[in-house]
């Protein structure tokens, strides 16, 4: 059981190119969202996923778009990266035992975007 | 839609001291509320959490009561110490991801 899986821990991009943030969990959770974090701002929701084959914006989805193939991976794409982009990325999956809320969280991609 | 709002930092106390970092949320019906931790250079880690009105999470000497009638979840600490130095952040469960406040971060000196 390894919990949530994020690559990489570091990326630096260059203005306009594209990249994929990667997540996966082997938990069988069907909550994931995709957080960034920047100083002042707390962590801010970009997207997340209630299951296979569905998926919603959260308070930030501008510059990003996610998809939810299989439960297990919830990849997070910048198809043109900007400065404005250069943050700390968390992925997390969510579950509820008996009603109550277990969240688990990737370790962070830091981007830089020049 | 639902939203946590935490005190702003910088928080600075020396060892030994009372800590407080208030919290307060809006929600409909009553969310699960937490707090996490977050070291220099590290991830998110769980502090506490509470599932409904007048449970207390507690955890290496932090606790938070879950107060329905206030809507708050104040995290508290009787002694600090300066390893506890870092950046907490509230949060609340809405039924599809977790909501965070904007984060205290705490500096302790000896």
């Known amino acids: 059981n390894a919990g949530v899986t994020q690559t990489p821990k570091f990326q630096v991009l260059k203005t306009g190119q594209s990249m994929t943030l990667q997540c996966a969990q082997d938990?069988?959770?069907?909550?994931m969202s995709w957080y960034r974090q920047d100083p002042g701002m707390g962590l801010r929701l970009i997207h997340y996923?209630?299951?296979?084959?569905?998926?919603d914006q959260g308070e930030v989805p501008n510059g990003y778009n996610v998809s939810r193939s299989t439960t297990e991976d919830f990849p997070l794409r910048l198809l043109s990266a900007a400065p404005s982009q250069t943050s700390v990325y968390f992925c997390?999956?969510?579950?509820?035992?008996?009603?109550?809320?277990?969240?688990?969280f990737g370790q962070g991609t830091r981007l830089t975007v020049v | 839609g639902d939203s946590v709002t935490q005190m702003e930092g910088p928080v600075t106390l020396s060892e030994e001291a009372f800590l407080t970092i208030n919290c307060t949320y809006t929600?409909?019906?009553?969310?699960?509320l937490f707090w996490y931790v977050q070291y220099p250079g590290e991830g998110l880690q769980l502090l506490l959490k509470?599932?409904?009105?007048?449970d207390k999470g507690s955890n290496k000497g932090f606790e938070a009561t879950y107060r329905k009638e206030t809507t708050s979840f104040h995290l508290e600490k009787g002694s600090v110490q300066v390893s506890d130095s870092a950046v907490y952040f509230c949060?609340?469960?809405?039924?599809?991801?977790?909501?965070f406040g904007k984060g205290t971060t705490l500096s302790v000196s000896s």
């Open positions: 929600a409909t019906g009553y969310p699960s």
């Open positions: 996923s209630v299951g296979a084959g569905i998926t």
């Open positions: 509470a599932t409904k009105a007048d």
């Open positions: 949060a609340l469960r809405e039924r599809t991801a977790l909501i």
């Open positions: 997390a999956s969510i579950f509820s035992p008996q009603g109550g809320t277990e969240a688990f």
């Open positions: 938990m069988n959770h069907e909550y």
